[in-house]
């Protein structure tokens, strides 16, 4: 980026919009849209997509009109998920310019946000409108059919499908336990295990996605249920210290269970700060997130700011939140401990089991398969059927109407969901296919239905 030429940089969060126009240089303006400035709507007797301006959005549209005919580069910077490329498309279609390029922030840093401006990528538009169009295509022509549940109902059921690799398991007491690498087994089996205590392996503490701070969250009881969970994580993103005026915590909405090279680096310096380098996970034990991914794990900005130092000035809750993410990012971040007693399964030499408590013994003679939050949320998201921001609110809507049920064991099928339940490989499968056709050129309404009835 040449720092003479004045820079648009749009973004969907007024959070992240502030955060970078604090940081970057002067030849940077950053707009948020605060979500859809245009509403998507696809008229199924056409097959085409639109965007409906949002009446309540109109100064934003018209600010981000007038900034643009300033503008040498206009870059959007949305997620890159269904939301965020509707977004990103619309901002294209309103302000019918060939100049608009993508880029994704991957460091909310002076530096990081430089680069990311330095290196856009050329903005795809006709790419992009297909998949949106093809997504809402093969939503419409799904809801015609009325032998299908609700498409949301379907990829719910087919969690519950042969196809489930299992990480987590549950002994005879309902005490919890990790696996070493995912598992594909039958959800009511038991599998015979014992300990061994001569194996040299470690315990294993990833960095954390949505899915798994809601479901923490909720089984610590700092929230009462997902919403709220939900609603406490973007609290939390959007405060500010009082007197520094620092923002807390990086973007809260991923499924990723890693950090970017670049956060690693950062991460590694602020911990050397009061740390020892010889208490670091070393490089080939660091789980590092593509760079393409939209969002990486959520974890402080700043690991100088320690709980105890900055929970005073937070709301309890959120204090809580803040502490949780904190300890656990730095678990995440050094060398793991070593197991006393890992759990071992004989037809399955290269496998091993531990307690998720570190302060829990393991003493089971037998683990059953856990179907959890994050491996729901992480189905649903490989399907393109739920992203992250909406996870919660669905989680309590599907508790609600006895779809699901939470208990100490993990996540069950609830009465509602069992109609449902024999046709789940039929569900995983079909949902599979479909959520692949959304790349495809000159989808037709004939061709999904083929794959519907297929």
């Known amino acids: 980026m040449n720092s003479s030429i004045y820079t648009l940089l749009v973004v969907e969060s007024p959070v992240i919009a502030r955060i970078i126009q604090q940081k970057a240089p002067p030849s940077i303006y950053v ?14 007797k056409t097959g085409t997509l639109k965007a409906i301006a949002d009446p309540e959005k109109r100064e934003i549209r018209k600010e981000l009109r007038e900034q643009a005919k300033w503008a040498g580069d206009i870059i959007v910077a949305t997620d890159r998920d269904p939301s965020g490329d509707f977004i990103a498309w619309s901002v294209s279609r309103f302000l019918k310019t060939s100049f608009l390029k993508r880029a994704q922030i991957h460091q909310l840093t002076k530096s990081g946000i430089v680069q990311s401006v330095s290196e856009p990528l050329t903005f795809d538009h006709s790419t992009l409108e297909t998949e949106l169009r093809n997504q809402f295509l093969i939503r419409n022509e799904w809801d015609k ?38 598992v594909h087994l039958p959800g009511d089996e038991w599998l015979p295990v014992r300990p061994d205590p001569g194996l040299l392996e470690y315990r294993q503490d990833k960095p954390l996605s949505t899915y ?24 939390l993103f959007q405060t500010t210290l009082l007197h520094s005026q620092e923002a807390l915590i990086s973007y809260p909405r991923t499924d990723v269970n890693a950090f970017y090279s670049e956060t690693w680096d950062t991460l590694r310096t602020q911990y050397l700060s009061f ?7 070393p490089i080939f034990l660091q789980e590092v997130a593509d760079s393409d991914a939209p969002h990486e794990s959520i974890h402080p900005l700043n690991l100088n700011l320690v709980p105890d130092s900055v929970t005073g000035e937070l709301p309890k809750k959120i204090g809580n939140l803040y502490s949780l993410i904190y300890n656990r990012t730095a678990r995440a971040i050094t060398l793991p401990n070593q197991l006393e007693r890992p759990l071992v399964n004989d037809l399955n030499p290269d496998l091993f089991f531990y307690t998720t408590d570190a302060d829990q013994k393991p003493e089971a003679e037998s683990l059953r398969p856990s179907y959890t939050v994050t491996d729901l949320g992480q189905h649903l998201k490989k399907l393109n059927l739920l992203s992250p921001s909406g996870f919660g609110k669905q989680m309590d809507k599907w508790i609600e109407g006895n779809l699901l049920v939470m208990d100490q064991s993990g996540i069950k099928p609830g009465k509602s969901l069992y109609p449902l339940l024999e046709k789940s490989n039929h569900f995983f499968q079909l949902l599979s296919r479909l959520a692949a056709l959304r790349h495809h050129n000159n989808l037709s309404p004939e061709t999904v239905q083929r794959e519907i009835t297929s």
């Not at 798994?212 to 929230?223: F, M, T, W």
């Not at 740390?275 to 996970?281: I, R, T």
Request: aromatic letters at 10%; proline letters at 4%; a negative charge.
């Open 145 to 182: 059919t009325a032998s299908l549940p609700a498409m949301l109902h379907a990829g719910l059921a087919s969690f519950f499908s042969s196809s489930v690799l299992f990480t987590r398991f549950i002994d005879e007491n309902n005490l919890e336990y990790r696996s070493s690498r995912p």
């Open 31 to 44: 707009i948020a849209t605060e979500g859809f400035c245009w509403r998507p709507e696809f008229d199924s």
């Open 212 to 235: 798994d701070l809601l479901d923490a969250l909720v089984r610590e009881s700092i929230a009462d249920h997902f919403t709220e969970a939900q609603l406490l994580l973007q609290q």
């Open 275 to 281: 740390g020892s380098q010889n208490q670091l996970k």
